[in-house]
């Protein structure tokens, strides 16, 4: 394996374009011949690719910096906590609102886009409450597969996401930024934290739109 793949095979792949080139493959071309240097790529600085940009910066023959940044791909708003599944679950809880009379049960597989965001979501309802469900992300599927099938429910509006966080610390009735670690844009969301008992957390009137200057990002 050459230089170019080690770096490829460490690379987050998501081909985002933030770092200027249409896909991972050319910023790992343009690494290696020193026309761009690894904190133009977002991603990597968030701490789940910690042992990423590590690797990296050994095939670089570099020493990089590996402190904890939470930052957004998308806009590069730092976050004031990131959002993980809670114990033995897939990925962060979501409460949707669907916009349809259709009944909805546990189990059900849904295909929903959420208000605000142009990528289509794949979940599993865990429980419904009157009109309100849910849900685990179970991915962005494009084909059916093996039997996969799923209920289209169009458009849904974000009520709230519950999941367990980590880093600063936050109190109930704040307005936090916090990153949902199964976001497919690497998106940083906003909303107002109702309650916390241990590390879960619930935070609901969930926004897309953060404000303020977007993180500098060293090292």
């Excluded at 690797?55 to 791909?73: M, P, R």
Aim: with cysteine.
């Amino acid at each position: 394996m050459n230089t170019v793949e080690k770096i490829i095979e460490h690379l987050p792949g998501y081909n985002c374009g933030t770092c200027g080139y249409k896909s991972c493959e050319e910023f790992a071309i343009a690494l290696i011949n020193g026309r761009v240097e690894l904190n133009h790529c977002s991603v990597l600085q968030q701490n789940k690719f910690v042992n990423n940009k590590l690797a990296i910066g050994t095939c670089l023959n570099k020493k990089v910096k590996s402190e904890e940044c939470l930052s957004g791909v998308i806009d590069r708003y730092e976050a004031d906590i990131l959002l993980n599944p809670l114990k033995g679950e897939a990925s962060c809880r979501e409460v949707l609102l669907p916009f349809i009379d259709e009944k909805l049960c546990e189990g059900d597989i849904v295909k929903y886009r959420p208000l605000g965001c142009p990528i289509v979501h794949y979940a599993k309802i865990i429980c419904t409450n009157h009109k309100l469900i849910t849900v685990n992300i179970i991915g962005p599927c494009k084909r059916i597969v093996n039997g996969f099938e799923s209920k289209d429910i169009g458009c849904c509006m974000v009520i709230g996401f519950e999941g367990e966080y980590r880093g600063k610390s936050v109190n109930v009735g704040e307005t936090v930024r916090f990153l949902p670690n199964h976001c497919m844009m690497q998106k940083v969301h906003s909303g107002v934290v109702v309650n916390i008992e241990s590390n879960n957390i619930i935070i609901e009137g969930i926004d897309l739109k953060v404000w303020g200057l977007p993180v500098q990002i060293n090292g």
